[in-house]
């Protein structure tokens, strides 16, 4: 990992395979959207893809498709990342475009209004799907009148008020040197991705980036349990509050517990005892999300609405359990294993490890591996986790999509 002299970081996790991972990681997200304007980071990863200073937009989609390979990006709360997948004999082609799309856009007013019809069908298939919008209906329960409580697409209202003004100041705001990672894993000297980066990013502009003040984000959450009609046949319910940030070592204890209670493996604690017991639902899930200055914990499950309280009451009466009796040392080492064994199979997930990489460098200027993960969860001790649980259970919101009754 290195600098620039314009200030970009530049980095690269070796790695033999014939396919090459290149990508940019940029510090704006939905919650450096300006007022009026939510969902602008969205809009402006969109069309990146439009038109550039040397390209249009059949030019740009073509370019890593014609090898095999593929462009893609995405924008979450904090981040927007903008990457390729190519056979490793392509990463000038990778870096090149890459340098293209995020330096030089143009955001062309032709393809604008069709990008924003894109977008509002990309909204109008959140709303046909209530497993996906109650996610953005419960981030506004937690952070009422703030930036992260506004869905990252932002709606319909705001998505006609944006002009290519809008994007151009977005980028030339954001899209600077010092706000970015330049970021490669793959089979690639060292010497030839900095030779590379040098070639394609030395024009990336620098200076110091002056962010907004954020509004305060308050610690203290008041428990709530909100129902909502909707023309669904199952009930939806979310149940979740505030979780430790990014930069908290709190963090692997929310972490495992989330793990626990509903992570993706078939012996996690709520799908025993409302999938595998009783046979309530098809699927309950939990997430930890940890930005750099706060963070939430969220268990999630749909059912049909004439079990929704009693299934509810389940999730309710397992939360206040591991408040009031903890989590037994035996029953702890044992899913600290489970968890070694996960990270263990996660990591040959090329591009998820790939963008886990990059989304290190950009928050912590450092990279953590699985084997330093792995020496995390080994301090975590019963009377941690117990604090923990308190701090993450003894207030939480409720969030209910109520469905048809028969």
Sequence with gaps: MKKLPNGLTIALFPNKSKVIYCGVAIKVGSRQDPEGLHGLAHLAEHMIFKGTKHRKSWHILNRMESVGGELNAFTSKEETFVYTIAPRSEVRRSLELLSDIVLNA???????????????????????????????????????????GRPILGDEKSLAQMTQTDLLAHTRKHFRAENMVCFCMGQISEERFEKLCEEYFSGAPSGELIQKPEETISSDLLSQFVTISKPTHQAHTIIGGFAPTMYEKSRAEAS??????????????LNIMLREKRGWVYNVESSLTSLTDTGWWQIYFGCDPSNADKARKVV??????????????????AWIKQVKG????????????????????LHFNAYRSVDDVCASLDLITTETLARMTVQLFSSRCTLVYEGIQD
């Design 316 to 333: 309710k009466d397992e939360l206040d359990r591991l408040m009031e009796l903890g989590m037994k040392e035996n029953t702890l080492r």
């Design 106 to 148: 143009t955001f062309p007013e032709r393809e604008l209004e069709k990008e924003k019809d894109v977008i509002e069908d990309e909204i109008n298939l959140y709303k046909d799907t209530p497993s996906e919008q109650i996610y953005d209906d419960f981030d506004g329960l937690l952070y009422p009148d703030h930036p992260l």
């Design 342 to 361: 996960q990270l263990a199979l996660s990591s040959e997930q090329h591009e998820s490890r790939f963008l886990n990489f990059g989304k290190q460098l």
């Design 256 to 269: 495992l517990l989330m793990n626990y209670l509903a992570g993706a493996s078939m012996n996690s604690r």
